[in-house]
Nanobody
Framework: QVQLVESGGGLVQAGGSLRLSCVAS????????MGWYRQAPGKQRELVAT???????NYADSVKGRFTISRGNAENTVSLQMNSLKPEDTAVYYC??????????????WGQGTQVTVSS
């Protein structure tokens, strides 16, 4: 069993900043990559940013230069620093992990989501 728990969402004015955090726990053997996705009302879930273990981050074009993804020293955490937020960033943000469990099963795992609302 693997759990991903997000924190840090909320309401902010356009131009403001928020920081999202996610912690993975459970029967984890290794974490191959972690990332953030978002889903706005009436739209499909889309990639925001991902970062593989020991690798370089990857960002959606819409957030490049504004968002920064980082992994914690413990490697089971991932954060997303969001600056210069725009109303179009409003969405539910989901933490994602590509995780190998103790039984050596590799799969994608998702958090429950955290709401980010940017007012104009």
């Amino acid at each position: 069993q693997v759990q991903l728990v997000e924190s840090g969402g909320g309401l902010v004015q356009a131009g403001g900043s928020l920081r999202l955090s996610c912690v993975a726990s459970g029967s984890i053997f290794s974490i191959n990559a972690m990332g953030w996705y978002r889903q706005a009302p009436g739209k499909q879930r889309e990639l925001v940013a991902t970062i593989p273990s020991g690798g370089m981050p990857n960002y959606a074009d819409s957030v490049k230069g504004r968002f920064t993804i980082s992994r914690g020293n413990a490697e089971n955490t991932v954060s997303l620093q969001m600056n210069s937020l725009k109303p179009e960033d409003t969405a539910v943000y989901y933490c994602n992990g590509r995780i190998t469990t103790m039984t050596r099963w590799t799969s994608q795992y998702w958090g429950q989501g955290t709401q980010v609302t940017v007012s104009s």
